[in-house]
């Protein structure tokens, strides 16, 4: 790299984070998800100990780099969460004086070099071409096997790097049809929230990108650890990246609706037992035909969809946290039968139950992943 480069640590932005930014004299140099081995087109987990570098570019908000902060740089090793080593670096010669972030040494394309995982949360497409060095070193990064994610407009970059060539993947709703334009080789979902794709994933906006982070940490140290994360930052139940964009709800004057949010919490308090349509519907005083079409427009999905993926995330708390045999599993998550678990389990996870918990303790032994709580 040549020409020199500023040096200082701002260290009351966020403890042990490290922002980094190269100085003017640069400007002409930088112009699955399952816990072990998955399925074909699964995300497998990140190293232990990851180190994640976030790409700020000119125009970036605060609220684009502190999603993956808050989810990412937050130290809770009090609650026994392993810390990540998170640089965030200016993908060009504007984002500092934007943001107002001065800080270490190095360029974007050293800091990208030794992330085990790539955060770009924006870009500005219609200004031009983005830097050969980010490109550069996006490309390298997915060569050696890092994961790379982009949300909102930050998705144009990886597809201008070519890592979206043949792939499915989503942006803002405002931006889809501008992607499936400017890159008709990429197969663009116009609704999901985001899309894994193993180690390229792709995202909508700002609250999917908080959906995304937490499922890239639900890779990287699992669901009981990812849940802990977003219980902590006063989440909602978890979204899958199938769920929609934008919700069919008026918003009104009127005194908030809160039928839904009641017989959501209904469900998760009765997880254990077989829910009828027509019970669940009772609960939100709605009948079965008025119930599934509100909840389609109020969560994004089939009530049936979002309790599958409520049940095959308890599994894997389950199977985390305890020593419980797949029989009780079973009967703790509400499928009626080994089998029906193993099913749904693959089907979403890529992997039986009984390798993803071996697989996540080869995963705590070698520091990789939270440790579970005592067995029970």
């Given at each position: 790299m040549?020409?020199?480069v500023r040096?200082?640590?701002q260290?009351d932005v966020v403890?042990g984070?490290?922002?980094?930014?190269r100085?003017?004299?640069?400007r002409?140099t930088?112009?699955s998800r399952c816990a072990?081995?998955?399925?074909?087109?699964?995300?497998?987990?990140?190293?232990?100990?990851?180190?994640?570098?976030?790409?700020?570019?000119?125009?970036?908000?605060?609220?684009d780099?502190?999603?993956p902060?808050?989810?990412?740089?937050?130290d809770?090793?009090?609650?026994?969460h392993?810390v990540h080593r998170?640089?965030?670096?200016?993908?060009?010669?504007?984002?500092?004086?934007?943001?107002g972030?001065?800080?270490?040494a190095?360029?974007?394309?050293?800091?990208?070099?030794?992330?085990?995982?790539?955060?770009?949360?924006?870009w500005?497409?219609d200004?031009?071409p983005?830097?050969?060095?980010?490109l550069?070193?996006?490309?390298a990064?997915?060569?050696?096997?890092?994961?790379?994610a982009g949300?909102?407009r930050?998705?144009f970059?990886?597809?201008e790097a070519?890592?979206?060539?043949?792939r499915?993947?989503t942006?803002?709703w405002?931006h889809?049809?501008?992607?499936?334009?400017r890159?008709?080789?990429?197969r663009v979902?116009?609704?999901?929230?985001f899309?894994?794709?193993?180690?390229?994933l792709?995202?909508?906006?700002?609250?999917a990108s908080?959906d995304?982070c937490?499922?890239l940490?639900?890779r990287l140290?699992?669901?009981?650890?990812?849940?802990d994360v977003a219980?902590?930052m006063?989440?909602p139940?978890?979204r899958?990246g199938?769920d929609?964009?934008v919700?069919e709800?008026?918003?009104?004057g009127?005194?908030p609706?809160d039928?839904?949010?009641?017989?959501?919490?209904?469900a998760l308090e009765?997880?254990?037992?077989?829910i009828?349509?027509?019970?669940w519907?009772?609960?939100?005083?709605?009948?079965?035909r008025?119930?599934?079409r509100r909840f389609r427009?109020?969560?994004g999905r089939?009530?049936?969809?979002?309790?599958?993926h409520?049940?095959?995330?308890?599994a894997q708390?389950l199977l985390?946290?305890?020593?419980l045999t797949?029989d009780?599993?079973?009967?703790?998550?509400?499928?009626?039968?080994?089998?029906a678990?193993?099913t749904?389990?693959r089907?979403?996870?890529?992997?039986?139950?009984?390798?993803?918990?071996a697989?996540?303790?080869?995963?705590v032994s070698?520091?990789?992943?939270s440790?579970?709580?005592?067995?029970?």
């Amino acid at each position: 790299m040549t020409g020199s480069v500023r040096e200082r640590v701002q260290h009351d932005v966020v403890p042990g984070v490290r922002w980094i930014d190269r100085d003017a004299d640069d400007r002409d140099t930088y112009g699955s998800r399952c816990a072990v081995p998955s399925a074909p087109g699964a995300g497998g987990p990140l190293p232990g100990g990851s180190t994640v570098a976030i790409v700020a570019f000119t125009g970036a908000r605060l609220l684009d780099l502190a999603v993956p902060l808050e989810v990412f740089a937050a130290d809770r090793t009090g609650a026994g969460h392993p810390v990540h080593r998170v640089e965030v670096v200016a993908g060009d010669d504007g984002a500092h004086e934007a943001l107002g972030m001065l800080v270490a040494a190095g360029g974007v394309e050293d800091v990208i070099a030794r992330a085990d995982l790539v955060v770009v949360p924006w870009w500005r497409p219609d200004t031009g071409p983005a830097p050969r060095s980010v490109l550069d070193g996006l490309r390298a990064a997915h060569a050696r096997g890092a994961t790379v994610a982009g949300s909102c407009r930050g998705v144009f970059v990886l597809a201008e790097a070519g890592l979206l060539r043949g792939r499915r993947a989503t942006t803002h709703w405002m931006h889809t049809a501008e992607l499936s334009q400017r890159h008709p080789d990429i197969r663009v979902d116009h609704e999901a929230l985001f899309v894994d794709e193993g180690t390229v994933l792709t995202a909508a906006g700002n609250m999917a990108s908080v959906d995304l982070c937490l499922h890239l940490l639900r890779r990287l140290r699992g669901a009981a650890a990812a849940g802990d994360v977003a219980r902590r930052m006063v989440m909602p139940p978890p979204r899958s990246g199938g769920d929609a964009q934008v919700l069919e709800v008026p918003v009104s004057g009127d005194e908030p609706d809160d039928r839904m949010p009641r017989a959501l919490r209904w469900a998760l308090e009765n997880l254990s037992s077989p829910i009828e349509v027509d019970q669940w519907a009772a609960t939100a005083y709605m009948s079965p035909r008025t119930f599934a079409r509100r909840f389609r427009a109020e969560v994004g999905r089939t009530p049936h969809q979002w309790l599958l993926h409520q049940r095959v995330l308890l599994a894997q708390q389950l199977l985390e946290r305890t020593d419980l045999t797949i029989d009780r599993i079973t009967d703790a998550t509400g499928f009626g039968s080994p089998i029906a678990l193993r099913t749904h389990f693959r089907r979403a996870l890529g992997c039986s139950p009984t390798q993803y918990r071996a697989g996540f303790r080869a995963r705590v032994s070698a520091g990789e992943a939270s440790p579970r709580t005592a067995a029970t």
